[in-house]
C-alpha cells in the first residue's frame, strides 16, 4: 500500500514563501513522474505543477515563475518551493502521481496566505 504525505503548510503573509513536501512510503516506484496539486474553497482541485523523472517541470501559468517543483529520487520525495504568495495560492495543496491515481490522494497541507 502506498502512502503519500504532504506538509510543510502553514499560515503566510502576502509575498512570503512556503516549501512543501510529499514523503512516499511503500511499493511507489522512485521513477514516476509527480505532481502537486490544490484545492481552493468552493474549486475544483486544479494541478498545480508537474516532474518527470528526468527533473523536466511544468507549471500553471497562475504560479509560473513563483513555484518550483523539485524531486529527491533516492528518498522518494517531491518538493514544491512557493515565493511571493498571494491570497489566491489559498488551498489545499496534494502530491499525487502525474496523472493522478485515485488511491495515492492524501491528507494534503493546507496553506492559507492572509493579512
Known amino acids: 500500500q502506498v502512502h503519500l504525505v504532504e506538509s510543510g503548510g502553514g499560515l503566510v503573509q502576502p509575498g512570503g514563501s512556503l516549501r512543501l513536501s510529499c514523503a512516499a512510503s511503500g511499493s511507489i516506484s522512485s521513477i514516476k513522474p509527480m505532481g502537486w496539486y490544490r484545492q481552493a474553497p468552493g474549486k475544483e482541485r486544479e494541478l498545480v505543477a508537474t516532474i518527470t523523472n528526468t527533473g523536466y517541470t511544468n507549471y500553471a501559468n497562475s504560479v509560473k515563475g513563483r513555484f518550483t517543483i523539485s524531486r529527491d529520487n533516492a528518498k522518494i520525495t517531491v518538493y514544491l518551493q512557493m515565493n511571493s504568495l498571494l491570497p489566491e495560492d489559498t488551498a489545499v495543496y496534494y502530491c499525487?502521481?502525474?496523472?493522478?491515481?485515485?488511491?495515492?490522494w492524501g491528507q494534503g497541507t493546507q496553506v492559507t496566505v492572509s493579512s
Open positions: 499525487n502521481l502525474w496523472p493522478s491515481e485515485y488511491g495515492y
